[in-house]
């Protein structure tokens, strides 16, 4: 697993989210009450940006007519078709069985763990041949 550095931690203060493209996929990164979450910015059921939907809650009931919202603001409905994802799991609430959302494991490393690498840069070859510019991918 490839590890990439996203942000300092005050620039996703919580109640934020960031969205990154990482390997070609779209992530959205998301700080819940100073935890830090990863999830694809795509629904599983149609292909949404899943993250670009609202953060809610969870209505729960335990008798008829009482309803309580658990969850505040870790909830994510699909803009598209109003399905619902747990942040910090991915888990589906419409169809736990059969969707969810893929997540990505976040954590939040000390500045100088960060700093000391490894770190490798790709060098590219360049030559001058016959006054052509020539580059070797």
């Known amino acids: 697993m490839t590890r990439h550095v996203i942000a300092p931690v005050d620039e996703l203060p919580p109640g934020t989210r960031k969205f990154l493209t990482i390997d070609a996929r779209p992530i959205a990164i998301f700080?819940?009450?100073g935890e830090f979450f990863g999830l694809l910015n795509r629904c599983p059921h149609q292909g949404a940006?899943?993250?670009e939907g609202p953060l809610i809650g969870l209505a729960q009931s335990s008798d008829p007519g009482a309803i309580e919202y658990t969850k505040l603001g870790e909830i994510i409905r699909c803009p598209w078709?109003?399905?619902e994802f747990d942040v910090r799991t991915g888990q589906s609430y419409c169809d736990p069985r059969r969707f969810?959302?893929?997540a990505y494991p976040v954590n939040v490393e000390p500045g100088?763990?960060?700093?000391q690498g490894p770190y490798v840069a790709e060098t590219i070859k360049v030559a001058v041949d016959n006054d052509y510019v020539v580059v070797d991918l």
């Open 31 to 33: 700080n819940i009450n």
């Open 49 to 51: 940006a899943l993250c």
């Open 81 to 83: 078709h109003g399905w």
């Open 112 to 115: 100088a763990a960060v700093m």
């Open 100 to 102: 969810r959302a893929k």
